[in-house]
Each structure stands twice: as structure tokens, then as C-alpha cells.
């Protein structure tokens, strides 16, 4: 079946440092790719995505590219600020099954003043 | 647009006893789906309905679980009885029909079964 695999965090940074946070998937067909990112208390949020090969996701300096050649599609961020910190999902989802997404585990990010 | 509204936020209860958990997705909205989040599992898909209508409820995890979604604009999740394994934070989330789509979730309702 389908799965997503995340890094495994808390991944720990200081303010202005680079982010990455890996993700890859396992999925027959053309899935689309999610980033999802939730805040301590809330729900998760979508934050980019892409929904072809080679696609480039952005939003709030967070980018995010559809490898199908690696079957990658990981988190960069080039100046983390202390309020992203979060957790950080990565999620696939396919349209012959609504939109059920099939997320990873979630990567802790926790950016340090 | 007020979002997807989830309610009670916190609702702790006995173990043995009902629990009624309510969400109200955005308003033309066509998908609507309950997430069970735990620290052990992480966010575990319950049950996802297409236009009111039921399609994959293959991760409720037993008979105690139920779920129902009477109209476009209302579902419930239903435990009974609740046990202290049921306890985590259960979300609802909404979308567009469309893989595309992006899921819009609601805050969340942390439910603690004592």
C-alpha cells in the first residue's frame, strides 16, 4: 500500500539557519505531494504542494520539489525563524480516492532565538 | 469563511460512558474526514464520507466506534463505551472532491477517558 516516511525529529535549529527535512513515499500512480504544518493546539494546515513531477511548491519561504526519479518530495527553508516551529507533516493523496491522504509520522521542528 | 468547527474542544470523561464528538465542515465542501492523532500512532484516518455517504471506514478501530454524517453540514463520532485507549485528540477536516484538493482541518477535540 501507500505510505510516506519521515525524518524522525525534534529537529532542533537555531533562528536563521538552514532547514531541511526529508520525506519519501511509496505510492502506485501519480500521487499528489502535501506539506502540511500544525501549530501546538491546532489543526494542520496545508502549507504547499505539488501535483506532477518536477512541480515546485512554495509558500512562507518553505519550498518543496516532486522527485519522482527518488520518490522525494522534502522540506527546505532557507532562514528558519523561531515561529516556525511546528510539526511537519508530509502526506500523499490520490484522486481516485477522494481526497484520502496517507500522511508520514510528523518531524518536530523547534527553532532556538 | 469560518472554517471546519469541531466541537467540544476538551471533553474528559469516565470510562464506560458515551462520547459524542461534532463537526460542522466548510459550507460546500463535498468530503469530510475524522483523524485520530496520538503521540503512540500519530494521525490515524478513521472514516471519510463523499457526499454524505460513507466510503472507507476500514480504520475505526471496533464496533465502539461510529460514525455519521446526516447532512452536508454536520457529522458526528461516536464512542460507546469509551475506554482510556480511546483517549487522544480526534480531527475533523473537510474538502473539495478532487486529489488535488487540500484537507482542511478543524482545532481538534482532546478527549481524556479516565
Known amino acids: 500500500g501507500d505510505s510516506v516516511t519521515q525524518m524522525e525529529g525534534p529537529v532542533t535549529l537555531s533562528e536563521e539557519a538552514f532547514l531541511t527535512i526529508n520525506c519519501t513515499y511509496t505510492a502506485t500512480g501519480y500521487p499528489s505531494l502535501f506539506w502540511y504544518v500544525q501549530y501546538p493546539g491546532e489543526g494542520l494546515q496545508l502549507l504547499l504542494k505539488?501535483?506532477?513531477?518536477?512541480d515546485k511548491g512554495s509558500n512562507k519561504g518553505f519550498e518543496a520539489t516532486y522527485r519522482k526519479e527518488t520518490t522525494s518530495f522534502h522540506l527546505e527553508k532557507g532562514s528558519v525563524q523561531v515561529s516556525d516551529s511546528a510539526v511537519y507533516f508530509c502526506?500523499?493523496?490520490?484522486?481516485?480516492?477522494?481526497?484520502?491522504?496517507?500522511f508520514g509520522g510528523g518531524t518536530r521542528l523547534m527553532v532556538k532565538p | 469563511d469560518a472554517g471546519v468547527i469541531q466541537s467540544p474542544r476538551h471533553e474528559v470523561t469516565e470510562m464506560g460512558q458515551e462520547v459524542t464528538l461534532r463537526c460542522k465542515p466548510i459550507?460546500?465542501?463535498?468530503?469530510l474526514f475524522w483523524y485520530r492523532q496520538t503521540m503512540m500512532r500519530g494521525l490515524e484516518l478513521l472514516i471519510y464520507f463523499n457526499n454524505n455517504v460513507p466510503i472507507d471506514d476500514s480504520g475505526m478501530p471496533e464496533d465502539r466506534f461510529s460514525a455519521k454524517m446526516p447532512n452536508a453540514s454536520f457529522s458526528t463520532l461516536k464512542i460507546q463505551p469509551s475506554e482510556p485507549r480511546d483517549s487522544a485528540v480526534y480531527f475533523c477536516?473537510?474538502?473539495?472532491?478532487?486529489?488535488?484538493?487540500?484537507?482542511?482541518f478543524g482545532n481538534g477535540t482532546r478527549l481524556t477517558v479516565t
Open positions: 459550507s460546500g465542501h463535498n468530503s
Open positions: 505539488a501535483t506532477k513531477a518536477d
Open positions: 477536516a473537510s474538502s473539495s472532491l478532487g486529489g488535488s484538493s487540500p484537507l482542511h
Open positions: 502526506a500523499l493523496g490520490k484522486g481516485n480516492a477522494g481526497n484520502m491522504l496517507t
